[in-house]
T-cell receptor, first 115, second 110 residues
Framework: KAGVTQTPRYLIKTRGQQVTLSCSPI?????VSWYQQTPGQGLQFLFE???????NKGNFPGRFSGRQFSNSRSEMNVSTLELGDSALYLC??????????????FGPGTRLTVL | TQLLEQSPQFLSIQEGENLTVYCNSSSVFSSLQWYRQEPGEGPVLLVTVVTGGEVKKLKRLTFQFGDARKDSSLHITAAQPGDTGLYLC??????????FGAGTRLTVKP
C-alpha cells in the first residue's frame, strides 16, 4: 500500500494570508489526524476526522480548521496566518477497528514558513 | 504543559554505548507507542505496547511499559549512528485521542 501523502511539502506565506494543506491517508484508513510540530512545543494535536466528521479537537484557535472528504482525504486550513504558525504540519492516518492500538501512520509533513 | 514527559531531552553518545530514554505521565494510557523521526520526515512507528508490564524487543531496542501503564522506557543496546533521530512516545487515552511527548533527540557519533 502507498503511504500517507501530503501536499505541498514546502510552503512560504506572509502574515495575514491563509493556507490549505492536503493529506491522502493510506488506502482503507478512515481516520485522519493533524499535528503541528515546532522545536519549542513538540508535536501538538490539532484535530482528528473520521468518516467526514471531526471527532477530536486539540487546543488551537478557530483559525485552524479542517475537513474530510468521502474518500477519506483531508484538508486543513489556517486563516490569518501569524509568524508563530511556522511549523511542520503532519498528517497521520489510522486503521481503526482492526486491533490497531491507535497506531498512527504519518506522512512526510508540510513545512510552512510564515514571513 | 506536556501530558507526557520525556527524558532526557537531548542525548549524545558514542557508537557502541547503551542508553535508556524515558516517558512518564500521571495519566493511565490505554496504549503507548514509540516513534522515531528523522529530519524532514514524519515519525515512524517502532512499537505499540498495551499491557502493563509488557516488554517488547525489536533487534537492539527493548521497550517496556510500566505496570500501572503510566510510563515507558526505551533501551538501545550498542547504539549505532543509524539510531540517530528524535524518539517520541505517544499515549492513547481513548479510542483515538493521542498525545505526544516532546521527544528525546539522540545523536550517536561514529
Amino acid at each position: 500500500k502507498a503511504g500517507v501523502t501530503q501536499t505541498p511539502r514546502y510552503l512560504i506565506k506572509t502574515r495575514g494570508q491563509q493556507v490549505t494543506l492536503s493529506c491522502s491517508p493510506i488506502s482503507g484508513h478512515r481516520s485522519v489526524s493533524w499535528y503541528q510540530q515546532t522545536p519549542g512545543q513538540g508535536l501538538q494535536f490539532l484535530f482528528e476526522y473520521f468518516s467526514e466528521t471531526q471527532r477530536n479537537k486539540g487546543n488551537f484557535p478557530g483559525r485552524f480548521s479542517g475537513r474530510q472528504f468521502s474518500n477519506s482525504r483531508s484538508e486543513m486550513n489556517v486563516s490569518t496566518l501569524e509568524l508563530g504558525d511556522s511549523a511542520l504540519y503532519l498528517c497521520a492516518s489510522n486503521d481503526i477497528g482492526q486491533g490497531s492500538g491507535n497506531e498512527q501512520f504519518f506522512g512526510p509533513g508540510t513545512r510552512l514558513t510564515v514571513l | 504543559t506536556q501530558l507526557l514527559e520525556q527524558s532526557p531531552q537531548f542525548l549524545s553518545i558514542q557508537e557502541g554505548e547503551n542508553l535508556t530514554v524515558y516517558c512518564n505521565s500521571s495519566s493511565v494510557f490505554s496504549s503507548l507507542q514509540w516513534y522515531r523521526q528523522e529530519p524532514g520526515e514524519g515519525p515512524v512507528l517502532l512499537v505499540t505496547v498495551v499491557t502493563g508490564g509488557e516488554v517488547k524487543k525489536l533487534k537492539r531496542l527493548t521497550f517496556q511499559f510500566g505496570d500501572a501503564r503510566k510510563d515507558s522506557s526505551l533501551h538501545i543496546t550498542a547504539a549505532q549512528p543509524g539510531d540517530t533521530g528524535l524518539y517520541l512516545c505517544a499515549g492513547g487515552y481513548n479510542n483515538n485521542d493521542m498525545r505526544f511527548g516532546a521527544g528525546t533527540r539522540l545523536t550517536v557519533k561514529p
